[in-house]
T-cell receptor
């Protein structure tokens, strides 16, 4: 059963620490999305990649967030330094260009204290 | 840039009531349309999708949606809701080949 895998599922960290979230997209999918979900803002697109190249990261605070795809099987989202307002659930999703739906991972619940 | 609007933020229904959740999008070109559901504490799962053809799309769990191009709408319906349908529902639009944009979501609570 193909699925998007995110690690860790939960992360509690102190303000100022670096946080790295990882995502393994479904094998063969060439598009990866990072979303952030909060009660106040709902579901926000942070960045998305196609064939490992970033196509749009305008939703991501550039001063502290970075997203990469070191290879086709791994996407990472880093926050450095983390702040309490970064507390949210971060979802990764993958799909095929254009005409199929995005498949979501279980999310990483981040709490910054 | 495309945008997606879900006008109902919170909906409360009793079991067996009928459901209709509104979704409107702004993009005038070719779009693919989706409804996702997020059960409490879980990730988003696809309910149904529209790419082309019959504008009335049937999905899982008795849900259906109708694409009305002239109204830029893709409303979700279910004739009779169950308590287990309590969840948050997201409409999404993919401007063919590009990023997936989500609406703000509608929280549905079904009272037993």
């Amino acid at each position: 059963d193909a699925r998007v895998t995110q690690t860790p599922r939960h992360k509690v960290t102190e303000m100022g620490q670096e946080v790295t979230m990882r995502c393994q997209p479904i094998l063969g999918h060439n598009t990866v999305f990072w979303y952030r979900q909060t009660m106040m803002q709902g579901l926000e697109l942070l960045a998305y990649f196609r064939n490992r190249a970033p196509l749009d990261d305008s939703g991501m605070p550039k001063d502290r967030f970075s997203a990469e795809m070191p290879d086709a099987t791994l996407a990472t989202l880093k926050i450095q330094p983390s702040e309490p307002r970064d507390s949210a659930v971060y979802f990764c999703a993958s799909g095929l260009r254009g005409y199929t739906e995005a498949f979501f991972g279980q999310g990483t619940r981040l709490t910054v204290v | 840039a495309q945008s997606v609007s879900q006008h109902n933020h919170h909906v409360i229904l009793s079991e067996a009531a009928s459901l209709e959740l509104g979704c409107n999008y702004s993009y005038g070109g070719t779009v693919n349309l989706f409804w996702y559901v997020q059960y409490p504490g879980q990730h988003l799962q696809l309910l149904l999708k529209y790419f082309s053809g019959d504008p009335l799309v049937k999905g899982i769990k008795g849900f259906e949606a109708e694409f009305i191009k002239s109204k830029f709408s893709f409303n979700l319906r279910k004739p009779s809701v169950q308590w287990s349908d309590t969840a948050e529902y997201f409409c999404a639009v993919n401007e063919a080949g590009n990023m997936l944009t989500f609406g703000g979501g509608t929280r549905l609570m079904v009272k037993p």
